[in-house]
C-alpha cells in the first residue's frame, strides 16, 4: 500500500510563513504529478498548487507570488512555502501525489491525512 504523511502545518501570525511537507511510502515504482490541495470549513477541496514530473509549476491565482511547490521524486517528497500568509488562507491541507505502484501498470491517486494551517493573530 502507498501512504502519504504531511507535516508542518500550525498557526502563523498574518504575513508570516509555513513550510509544509508531504512524504510517500510505500512500494512505489513511479511518481507523476503532485499537488497540494486546502480546504476551509464550508468550502470545498480546491487545488492550490501543481508539480509535473518535468519540474513544471501552476498555482492557484489566489496564492501566486506567495506559495512555491517543490518536489523531489527521489526522495518521493513535495513541499509547499507558503510566505505572506493570510487570514484566508486558513485551511487543511491535503497533498496529492499519481504514483504507479511496483507490479501495477497504471497511475492511481494517492492523499495525504491533511494539515491545519491557521493564519490568525
Known amino acids: 500500500q502507498v501512504q502519504l504523511v504531511e507535516s508542518g502545518g500550525g498557526l502563523v501570525q498574518p504575513g508570516g510563513s509555513l513550510r509544509l511537507s508531504c512524504a510517500a511510502s510505500?512500494?512505489?515504482?513511479?511518481?507523476?504529478?503532485m499537488e497540494w490541495y486546502r480546504q476551509a470549513p464550508g468550502n470545498e477541496r480546491e487545488l492550490v498548487a501543481h508539480?509535473?514530473?518535468?519540474?513544471?509549476?501552476n498555482y492557484a491565482d489566489s496564492v501566486k507570488g506567495r506559495f512555491t511547490i517543490s518536489g523531489d521524486n527521489a526522495k518521493r517528497a513535495v513541499n509547499l512555502q507558503m510566505n505572506r500568509l493570510k487570514p484566508e488562507d486558513t485551511a487543511v491541507y491535503y497533498c496529492?501525489?499519481?504514483?504507479?505502484?511496483?507490479?501495477?501498470?497504471?497511475?492511481?491517486?494517492?492523499w495525504g491525512q491533511g494539515t491545519q494551517v491557521t493564519v490568525s493573530s
Open positions: 510505500g512500494r512505489i515504482s513511479s511518481i507523476n504529478d
Open positions: 508539480i509535473s514530473r518535468g519540474g513544471s509549476t
Open positions: 496529492k501525489m499519481r504514483v504507479m505502484r511496483v507490479g501495477i501498470l497504471r497511475f492511481d491517486d494517492y
